[in-house]
């Protein structure tokens, strides 16, 4: 039988309120519509790269995001000492350049790992948390809203990429 991405779990999330459900929700919300734009394909499908002549597939956007992920809320954030993913000290695109369809079924175990594991990570810390990102401070909260910003700009590519491998729209 060959392995497909699974359909994952529906999300909701506060539409009033305070700061930390509305973006902890809305975070949720488009890790959701990554894993759901996968849903579904084979890995061969999700390391095509339909669109030339971009290196882009939903196989490199599912690597990178988890290492974003690892990177932001894991060391940055919660100053836990876990190795990058994907050569992120050597800060090549491995994540996107090295794939292979057979790897799909555990890269995307290991996003879902890696949001969980990102949101324990950062479950117990206050919003004005504080970390310096490359000289700059920067807080818990930006941090959210640079995560967001990240996967629903990758989802619009994902967006794109499905289509073209497929034909399927409005995931």
């Known amino acids: 039988m060959t392995w497909t991405s699974p359909v994952p779990a529906e999300v909701d999330g506060p539409m009033t309120g305070d700061d930390r459900p509305i973006l902890e929700g809305m975070l949720a919300w488009q890790r959701h519509t990554l894993l ?3 849903a579904g394909l084979t890995g061969e499908q999700l ?3 339909p669109i030339a002549p971009s290196n882009l597939s939903l196989l490199g956007l599912v ?6 992920e690892r990177i932001w809320f894991r060391m940055r954030a919660a ?5 990058g ?3 992120f ?4 695109d491995t994540d996107f350049d090295v794939i292979d369809a057979a790897d799909s079924e555990r890269a995307v175990a290991e996003l879902v790992e890696e949001q969980t594991l990102a949101h324990r990570a950062v479950e117990n810390l206050d919003f004005d948390h504080v970390v310096r990102v490359h000289g700059d401070e920067m807080s818990l909260r930006m941090i959210y809203v640079h995560l967001i910003q990240e996967y629903a ?3 619009g590519h994902a ?3 499905r289509e073209s491998v497929d034909g399927t729209t409005g995931r």
Do not use: T
Request: glycine letters at 4%; a neutral charge; hydrophobic letters at 35%.
């Open 89 to 92: 000290a050597e800060r090549k």
């Open 85 to 87: 993913l994907h050569d």
């Open 159 to 161: 967006d794109l990429l």
């Open 63 to 68: 690597r990178h995001m988890a290492k974003v």
């Open 47 to 49: 390391a095509q790269r």
């Open 153 to 155: 700009r990758h989802n």
């Open 36 to 38: 759901n734009i996968c």
């Open 79 to 83: 100053g836990e000492d876990v190795e």
